[in-house]
């Protein structure tokens, strides 16, 4: 078992440029986690998915964040226009069912100058 | 979610047990507690979960009072590879929005020293 897989691990734009994120759960859990990372705030959760259905994006800071769940295997977290306070460390996490523990990927490390 | 509280910090010698304390005085009856850890620069890890019942499992054992109110983690023989970030969760079991939503606080950074 690979565990969760992002990608890129590290991440350096411009302000401006769009980004995308990319997360493989492991092969069927049903649950899916997007998280970020930063020294002042700490984790945070932006949105999750249920059986590839968004079910809650509270978290999401703003308009310029969206997320997919395309199929059981594959999510994206993207951020367009991309700004400087956007940079933190973006982890995905994936679980078999929504009231198991979450195994967490590696993380992407997100810096926009 | 019940928030939880835990204090910032604590030290541990190395080969001794470390007690880890949460408080979680507002758990509701459909919240199981959830610990993870995190080692510098790496994503958490899950380490055990329990409803009311003491849990143990290879990693920890788990201890929640009988009102639920507060639980400790325990680490047997704590070694220098388990200095990390320990948080404590509580979480909504079952089927709705806030079913599976696990919000992370500040947790513990245990040191374990030689």
């Known amino acids: 078992d690979a565990g969760v897989i992002q990608s890129p691990r590290h991440e350096v734009t411009e302000m401006g440029q769009e980004v995308t994120l990319r997360c493989k759960p492991i092969s069927g859990h049903n649950s899916l986690f997007w998280y970020r990372q930063t020294m002042m705030r700490g984790l945070e959760l932006l949105i999750y998915?249920?059986?590839?259905?968004?079910?809650?994006d509270s978290g999401m800071p703003e308009d310029r964040f969206s997320a997919k769940m395309p199929n059981a295997s594959f999510s994206t977290l993207k951020i367009q226009p991309s700004e400087p306070r956007d940079s933190a460390v973006y982890f995905c996490?994936?679980?078999?069912?929504?009231?198991?523990?979450?195994?967490f990927g590696s993380g992407t490390r997100l810096t926009v100058v | 979610d019940a928030k939880t509280t835990q204090p910032p910090s604590m030290d541990c010698a190395e080969g001794r047990a470390a007690n880890l304390p949460c408080n979680h005085s507002t758990i509701s009856g459909n919240e199981y507690v959830y610990w993870y850890r995190q080692i510098h620069s790496q994503g958490p890890q899950y380490i055990i979960h329990g409803l009311k019942n003491n849990e143990t499992n290879e990693m920890a054992s788990l201890i929640i009072t009988e009102d639920r109110k507060s639980s400790t983690l325990i680490l047997p023989h704590a070694t220098l590879r388990d200095t990390a970030v320990y948080y404590c969760i509580v979480r909504v079991i079952g089927s709705g929005t806030n079913a599976g939503k696990s919000t992370f606080g500040d947790g513990t950074t245990l040191t374990v020293k030689p």
């Open positions: 996490a994936s679980s078999p069912q929504v009231n198991y523990g979450y195994t």
């Open positions: 998915f249920n059986n590839n259905v968004p079910i809650d």
